[in-house]
């Protein structure tokens, strides 16, 4: 099983600031990961695949990068809606497995 | 638009299988993706429990496998899953959700469901 591993697990940022969470595999997923975005009693909502593509609709400001075991998710300038938990996922072996999460909060 | 709808009781006693259904709206389950279930432990993180193909192939958590059914009903256009032997380690919200094909990334969910395991 691939173990996924997020940091910080919470990190504190103003509005209109930059974000950056990371997360890091266990062993090569290549670019085979994707970030979702939970906020509190609703279900995670897909931002980016590939590591680096935006899902439909998500803006501009979120941007991933990384591969291998390395991944960076970054939210150029936090809005008051993107304060939330994110959660990285690979796929590029079964089980599939998600990081811990990160929960970007205002400072 | 995709939907996806989990259903069934919120509560379970320890012992007893939890049986959950997963109804699928705006897309026929048979013109393919994965379809899975998620759960998630009341203040934590996200564990995949497993996924089936609309011809019924599956992939399960080898951590869950052997207490783990999930199965496809496509002419009710819904999905269900299983879970055995539950303890008060289960209680989680379990989400449905559709994966990719290629990619198995989750791309739409449903609301999720609170399953609480207590006697």
């Known amino acids: 099983e691939i173990v996924m591993t997020q940091s910080p697990a919470t990190l504190s940022v103003s509005p209109g600031e930059r974000a950056t969470l990371s997360c890091r595999a266990s062993?090569?997923?290549?670019?085979?990961l994707a970030w979702y975005q939970q906020k509190p009693g609703q279900a995670p909502r897909l931002l980016i695949y590939?590591?680096?593509t935006r899902a439909t609709g998500i803006p501009a400001r979120f941007s991933g990068s990384g591969s291998g075991t390395e991944f960076t998710l970054t939210i150029s300038s936090l809005q008051s809606e993107d304060f939330a938990v994110y959660y990285c996922?690979?796929?590029?072996?079964?089980?599939?497995?998600f990081g811990q999460g990160t929960k970007v909060e205002i400072k | 638009q995709v939907q996806l709808q989990e259903s069934g009781p919120g509560l379970v006693k320890p012992s007893e299988t939890l049986s959950l259904t997963c109804a699928v709206s705006?897309?026929?389950?048979?013109?393919?993706?994965?379809w899975g279930w998620i759960r998630q432990p009341p203040g934590k993180g996200l564990e995949w429990i497993g996924s089936?193909?609309?011809?019924?192939?599956?992939y399960y958590n080898p951590s869950l496998k052997s207490r783990v059914t999930i199965s496809v009903d496509t002419s009710k256009n819904q999905f269900s899953l299983k879970l055995s032997s539950v303890t008060a380690a289960d209680t989680a919200v379990y989400y449905c959700?559709?994966?990719?094909?290629?990619?198995?990334?989750?791309?739409?969910w449903g609301q999720g469901t609170l399953v609480t395991v207590s006697s």
């Open positions: 996922q690979q796929y590029n072996n079964w089980p599939l497995t």
């Open positions: 590939g590591a680096s």
């Open positions: 062993q090569s997923v290549s670019s085979n």
């Open positions: 089936i193909y609309h011809s019924g192939s599956t």
């Open positions: 959700a559709r994966l990719e094909v290629v990619t198995a990334i989750f791309d739409y």
């Open positions: 705006g897309y026929s389950i048979s013109s393919g993706y994965y």
